[in-house]
């Protein structure tokens, strides 16, 4: 079965980075697209960007100049890390995998991590 | 994309029938999902491509609409259905989601 852990720092100071974890069992990284969203408290739900079994990277306009997605494939994780945050960078961060009909790969998730509460605040 | 759910908020007895919208400010074809999201769980696709059932999802669930108009229909309700639903568009890049409906126990 696909499963999905995110783990990282539940508390970051303005100006600062954030890093995240996500651990993966069952699938490998090297298969597939895997990436990060967010949800902001109210419930908006943001996509972030991604990162490729290939290793490429695709991230959010909105977020371009900040983010960084990363891989481990020894270890099967791969990572996000936001800089310069601010208190607008608290959220609920998850990982998910896109979903994969056999031949072409979609911005739809067929596995979520359970997500991980960020804030950010001095 | 602007994805607009409605209602937000949906109070539902066991057995019941209840509906979902989500609206797109464009056309995106059938590129839609549906997810349900319980406390302490993944989040659960439960639809894509409008109305496709992802693998596990339960057949009283269903989704239909194209171009700018999606609905979500769980019928016959059971306990376990009682969640927040997203709607989220992936004919643009960006993917972008709706705000969430909490379907609650009436």
């Known amino acids: 079965e696909v499963q999905l852990q995110e783990s990282g720092p539940g508390l970051v100071k303005p100006s600062q980075s954030l890093s995240l974890t996500c651990s993966v069992t069952g699938y490998s990284i090297t298969s597939n697209y895997w990436g990060w969203i967010r949800k902001f408290p109210g419930n908006k739900m943001e996509w972030m960007g991604y990162i490729s079994y290939s290793g490429s990277t695709s991230y959010n306009p909105s977020l371009k100049s900040r983010i960084s997605i990363t891989r481990d494939t020894s270890k099967n994780q791969f990572f996000l890390q936001l800089n310069s945050v601010t208190t607008e960078d608290t959220a609920t961060y998850y990982c998910?995998?896109?979903?994969?009909?056999?031949?072409?790969?979609?911005?739809?998730?067929?596995?979520w991590g359970q997500g991980v509460m960020v804030t950010v605040s001095s | 994309v602007q994805m607009t759910q409605s209602p937000s908020y949906l109070a539902a007895s066991p057995g019941e029938s209840v509906s979902i919208s989500c609206k797109a400010s464009k056309s995106i074809s059938n590129n839609l999902a549906w997810y349900q999201e319980k406390p302490g769980k993944a989040n659960k696709l439960l639809i894509h491509s409008g109305s496709t059932l992802q693998s596990g999802t339960p057949s009283r669930f269903s989704g239909s609409g194209s171009g700018t108009d999606f609905t979500l229909t769980i019928r016959s309700l059971e306990s376990e259905d009682f969640a927040v639903y997203y709607c989220?568009?992936?004919?643009?890049?960006?993917?972008?989601f709706g705000a969430g409906t909490k379907l609650e126990l009436k």
């Open positions: 989220q568009q992936y004919n643009e890049y960006p993917p972008t």
């Open positions: 998910a995998r896109f979903g994969y009909d056999g031949t072409y790969y979609y911005y739809y998730f067929d596995y």
